[in-house]
């Protein structure tokens, strides 16, 4: 398994309940309460390694002008994305892009499903979907798909899904609790949306784009036109390093850059 990220847990209070003066047996439960009382509420907690993967246009397009579900990427990305599937525990799924394709991506390639059977894991990865709201049609394609269904929004669904996590104040709090639930390998496959608030928290550890020769125009790109700025360090020389340069096949490439942190 991959060595764990930490991230200093910066929207988590410290908690003001003074602790017992009379002694008494600890389980382990109370040892564990204990240590996080004793601990600064800065302290570093573990996340997932989270990889945005993505198909865009030349132009950095997700869709054409139009809108709507978009497949840009040929049977080269769709592999590629297959693998990244493969790598990880979980799948991040923003609520406009579930509602946009009522589906998320399956692993289709018996010997990447053998492979996680191997390793213990499910044949699919959870799709963690995360929304404002709790309330989806059933009789979309998602909810017969062969997977564990997450919700991180501010209420559970009453149907669908197989667990419900409070959306919490901040990415770091969420990436958190996930790890808790043992999510080390966390795939992210937008909205922009999504993707902005990730890289605003500066918590996306990779980039796939697969490169489709394609110009579309409009408004539909990977990041939201007129997304705040971003944290100065995601532009500066050797934030980014190439890991791989992988020509797919019908002019498409797809490139993999590793976020590099001091």
């Known amino acids: 398994r991959l060595e764990p990220i930490y991230t200093r847990s910066a929207c988590r209070k410290a908690p003001t309940t003074p602790l017992r003066s009379t002694p008494r047996p600890l389980n382990w439960i109370s040892c564990r309460l204990l240590w996080n009382r004793l601990l600064p509420s800065d302290r570093l907690t573990p996340r ?7 198909a865009v246009s030349l132009d950095g397009r997700l869709a054409p002008p139009s809108g709507g579900a978009a497949q840009l990427g040929g049977e080269g990305d769709r592999d590629v994305l ?9 799948c991040l799924i923003g609520a406009g892009t579930l509602r946009a394709h009522q589906c998320t991506c399956l692993i289709r390639n018996a010997d990447l499903i053998g492979q996680r ?6 044949e699919q990865p959870i799709a963690v979907v995360v929304s404002h709201g709790n309330a989806f ?3 979309w394609r998602f909810f017969q798909q062969p997977l564990q269904r997450w919700l991180l929004a501010p ?16 990415w770091n709090e969420r990436l958190g609790r996930l790890a808790a639930l043992g999510v080390e390998r966390l795939v992210l496959l937008g909205g922009a949306r999504l993707t902005a ?13 697969t490169l489709v020769p394609r110009l579309l125009g409009g408004e539909h790109s990977w990041l939201p036109l007129g997304v705040e700025a971003l944290p100065e360090g995601l532009a ?10 992988n020509p ?15």
């Open 48 to 54: 997932p390694q989270v990889r945005l993967v993505l």
């Open 82 to 90: 297959e693998q990244a599937l493969a790598w990880a525990d979980a």
């Open 117 to 122: 059977l191997r390793e213990g894991r499910g």
């Open 137 to 139: 049609p059933l009789n």
């Open 155 to 170: 209420a559970a669904a009453t149907r669908g899904f197989d667990r419900w996590l409070p959306l919490g104040d901040c």
């Open 197 to 209: 608030d990730l890289l605003q928290a500066d918590a996306v550890d990779q980039l796939q784009l």
């Open 236 to 245: 500066m020389d050797g934030a980014w390093q190439l890991q791989e340069a």
């Open 248 to 262: 797919l096949g019908g002019d498409e490439l797809m490139l993999r850059y590793q976020r590099q942190r001091s």
